[in-house]
């Protein structure tokens, strides 16, 4: 499966401030998403990142919060915008080929905003 | 509305024995269902999955059941080993659809 690196890790972030998660693939690969999974909860769906169009936003969640590129096949960014301490999660990207393989993940951007 | 449960948030197995995970849902239209594991600082790791036309699916150790009329899916690891001690979390997806739907995971620890 695809080699999915997110950049960076974790970081400690000011509330107000922003702050852009990368995702690099060593592959191309048809669908990536964001997930985010808050502390001891589940993942959530934020959106799938489209190649050259706008992303599609699932319900409660804005593009003016979560803006993402995709510029390519291998390459997306998501920015937390405006953070506050509710920001507080792990961010994940996440790859799929088709709708019946599995989703594969990175290993996650840990956020804390203080 | 959590359209899939996972109602055990722990379990606690010795080392050799079976495991058995639970995962519920809700959504008819789900036809399909993937586990994935997941370590601390990681992100979750795909483990098996198996499409609603089957109700049986094996890879190793682990065995996936699907039970569709009523609405459960249980993975099996046999045998349990230490290495095995992570969060499961189950998903599930509709045809044509590309949102997954994961659960809240559960934790299971593999005792030495």
């Known amino acids: 499966s695809a080699v999915i690196s997110q950049k960076p890790s974790r970081d400690i972030c000011q509330r107000g401030t922003s702050l852009t998660i990368q995702c690099q693939v060593d592959?191309?690969?048809?669908?990536m998403f964001w997930y985010r999974q808050q502390p001891g909860q589940s993942l959530t769906l934020i959106a799938t990142?489209?190649?050259?169009?706008?992303?599609?936003?699932e319900s409660g969640f804005v593009i003016d919060k979560f803006p993402i590129s995709r510029p390519n096949l291998t390459f997306s960014t998501l920015t937390v915008s405006n953070m506050s301490p509710e920001d507080s999660s792990i961010y994940l990207c996440?790859?799929?080929?088709?709708?019946?393989?599995?989703?594969?993940f990175g290993n996650g951007t840990r956020l804390t905003v203080t | 509305d959590q359209q899939v449960k996972q109602n055990s948030p722990s379990l606690s197995v010795q080392e050799g024995r079976i495991s058995i995970l639970n995962c519920d849902y809700t959504?008819?239209?789900?036809?399909?269902f993937l586990w994935y594991k997941k370590y601390p600082a990681e992100g979750p790791t795909f483990l098996i999955s198996?499409?609603?036309?089957?109700d049986k699916n094996e890879d190793g150790r682990f065995t996936v059941f699907l039970n569709k009329s009523a609405k459960h899916l249980s993975l099996h690891i046999v045998p349990s080993q230490p290495g095995d001690s992570a969060v499961y979390f189950c998903?599930?997806?509709?045809?044509?659809?590309?949102?997954?739907?994961f659960g809240p995971g559960t934790r299971l620890s593999v005792l030495p």
């Open positions: 198996i499409s609603s036309i089957k």
């Open positions: 996440s790859v799929g080929n088709d709708r019946d393989s599995p989703l594969h």
């Open positions: 998903a599930a997806k509709e045809n044509y659809g590309q949102n997954f739907v």
């Open positions: 990142a489209n190649q050259g169009s706008e992303a599609t936003y």
């Open positions: 592959s191309q690969v048809t669908m």
């Open positions: 959504n008819s239209m789900f036809d399909y």
